[in-house]
């Protein structure tokens, strides 16, 4: 069948004004923020309704066309990028909130909702949704679940997946299952709920979710504390993590704050500038748990683990410490990062970051390095900037080549080449440094059961 009928055919599965095959559309939602990839979709389809998602996914198996499922596109790995003449599948009208029990603190909602409207909604009814990143303004809540997205919350929520008590999905063979329907316990066998929460649309597609609401936190309050070299980053974690519960404990480097300060729209933490920061933060419930947090830092001082820092007085200036940190992977973007997303068991992370780091130095002597991340997980992202005379095809080519040696040391130590931006393309053809051969091989026989034709963003995660 040609092109031309094969749209003709796809376009009879939605409304009239639901496809686009336009140059300018193709682009862009061929592709997310990784803008690595040269964007290639044979069209995008926007369905309004669960039975419409299962048409389409029954016109691609009867077609053989490749599916991406495609939310807000600020992922990090390639997982929403079409290269390859597939069908975008964007949810951008199934986006409703469409139930709510404040008994249960369960939320109903479609998958393109965008994250930040399920954080007010929650917000709205006096409660919580602690999943948070800097893209929630843009993110939808289908593609967090696709990612099991982690952020900057993760040290006491965790990540989506903890979150999600229901899914409704259309696997690639077109059925529709209906996973866990809200329950907290549920002991009936394997929970498929788990198995598509982070499976980046390889196995169906989200067409609704329930999510598990919080008791919304109070008089949050950060401190920003500057240490004079890595290992005290992890002394301060250890400090304040055996005397108050956290709900953040972030760090960056000094070249981070360097690129942040560059901006000129967001104010300097402290007079003078130090190798290492680290952000905590904490709920000042009360006056007492206020001052046992002072008493901490005041002791990592003494320690000669803190030389200086910086406690909020106010939302704004917790607003304005949070930003130092949240803002680094919008503020380097400019400069074509390469990026990593690293993650070991936090005992391991000073030891693991300087073999990385000596690794990295050794290659590129010369190469902008940026350390920052969710350091109370263990969970290091990595920033190569690309130095501006290299060309960007060679700066991508070097950098893959080094990252050879970086995965090595990261299998050394039992880590993750992805903590949470996913796999997507990105780090396809390193998974086997996380994931043994024989692990991928059971990954692929479980899409073979939910898709045997291959049709659900084909070549993702694996090949
Ligand atoms: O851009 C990155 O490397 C990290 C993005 C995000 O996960 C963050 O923690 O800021
Ligand atoms: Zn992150």
């Known amino acids: 069948m040609t092109n031309k009928l094969l749209l003709e055919s796809l376009q009879k599965l939605i409304e009239p004004s639901k496809m686009l095959t336009d140059t300018e ?20 389809v926007f369905p309004k309704t669960t039975e419409e998602v299962q048409a389409i996914v029954q016109w691609a198996n009867e077609h053989k066309v490749g599916l991406v499922p495609s939310g807000g596109r600020t992922g ?5 990028v079409a290269t390859n003449q597939e069908v975008v599948v964007s949810f951008d009208y199934m986006n409703k909130i469409i139930g709510f029990n404040e008994i249960d603190r369960e939320v109903i909602c479609q998958p393109g909702l965008i994250t930040e409207q399920l954080q007010n909604f929650a917000e709205d009814n006096g409660l919580y949704y602690p999943v948070d990143f800097a893209s929630v303004g843009s993110s939808q809540i289908g593609g967090n679940i696709a990612t099991n997205a982690g952020g900057i919350k993760v040290i006491r929520y965790g990540m989506t997946r903890n979150w999600v008590v229901g899914l409704k999905v259309v696997t690639g063979k077109g059925d529709l299952l209906d996973l866990n329907k809200g329950l907290i316990k549920n002991a009936t066998g ?39 070299d890595f290992e005290s980053i992890m002394s301060l974690l250890h400090a304040f993590q055996s005397k108050l519960d956290l709900t953040a404990f972030e760090f960056f480097s000094d070249r981070c704050l360097e690129k942040i300060l560059d901006r000129g729209d967001i104010p300097a933490p402290l007079d003078d500038r130090y190798p290492f920061y680290a952000l905590i933060e904490f709920e000042a419930l009360t006056e007492t748990i206020k001052d046992e947090a002072l008493a901490i830092f005041e002791n990592c001082m003494e320690q000669g683990w803190v030389v200086d820092g910086v406690i909020s007085q106010s939302e704004q200036q917790l607003k304005n410490l949070w930003r130092l940190r949240e803002d680094i992977s919008e503020t380097i973007a400019p400069f074509t990062p390469y990026k990593n997303d690293l993650s070991v068991t ?10 990385i780091d000596e690794v990295v130095k050794a290659d590129y002597p010369d190469f902008d390095v940026l350390w920052y991340g969710h350091i109370g997980d263990g969970n290091l ?29 990261v299998k050394k130590y039992n880590g993750s080449v992805s903590a949470e931006h996913g796999v997507g393309l990105v780090k396809r053809d390193y998974l086997e440094y996380s994931r043994s051969a024989v692990e991928i091989d059971y990954m692929r026989s479980v899409k073979a059961v939910f898709d045997p034709n291959n049709i659900m963003n084909p070549g993702k995660i694996f090949k």
């Not at 803008?35 to 290639?40: A, F, L, M």
């Not at 990090?76 to 929403?80: E, K, N, R």
């Not at 598509?196 to 936190?217: D, Q, S, Y």
């Open 346 to 355: 936090i005992s391991k992370v000073p030891s693991f970051l300087a073999d």
């Open 381 to 409: 992202h990595l920033n190569i900037l690309k130095p501006q005379n290299l060309a960007k095809e060679e700066f991508f080519a070097k950098c893959a080549t080094v990252n050879k040696d970086v995965f090595e040391i």
């Open 25 to 44: 559309s193709l682009e862009a939602y061929g592709k997310d923020w990784t803008k690595i990839y040269t964007p290639n979709p044979m069209a995008i």
């Open 76 to 80: 990090l790995s390639g997982a929403a």
């Open 190 to 228: 394997y929970d498929f709920r788990n198995l598509f929460i982070g499976a980046e649309g390889t196995l169906g597609f989200i067409v609704e979710a329930t999510i598990k609401l919080e008791r919304k936190p109070n008089n949050l309050t950060a401190l920003v504390l500057a240490t004079p």
